[in-house]
C-alpha cells in the first residue's frame, strides 16, 4: 500500500463509503512500509485511546480528527512521522 492507498481506506472509512469489512481488514493486516503501518496501528489503538461516548462509533471526537489529520497528511506526502504526535 501507498500513502495514498492508506489515506483513501481512512477517508472512506470516515465517510461510511468502505465496504463492511475493509476497515477491519486494514487495521489486522501488517503493512510493510514501517511508517504506513505505524499509522494502522494508531487506527487500530483509537477505540482505547479515545473511547466512543456512543457505542455503535468507532472511537471518540478526537479519535475522528486523528483519522482526518492522517488522511489529509498522507494524501498531501506529509511524513506521519513521529506517530505520538497525533495523539499528544
Request: net charge negative; hydrophobic share 40%.
Amino acid at each position: 500500500m501507498t500513502k495514498v492507498d492508506v489515506a483513501n481506506e481512512i477517508a472512506a472509512f470516515l465517510d461510511g463509503s468502505c465496504g463492511k469489512w475493509d476497515w477491519d481488514e486494514f487495521i489486522s493486516l501488517r503493512l510493510s512500509d514501517p511508517e504506513l503501518d505505524a499509522v494502522r496501528l494508531l487506527c487500530a489503538e483509537l477505540p482505547e485511546l479515545d473511547p466512543p461516548v456512543d457505542r455503535r462509533h468507532y472511537c471518540g471526537e478526537h479519535g475522528m480528527a486523528i483519522l482526518a489529520r492522517l488522511a489529509d497528511d498522507l494524501k498531501n506526502g506529509r511524513s506521519v512521522m513521529p506517530i505520538s504526535r497525533y495523539t499528544g
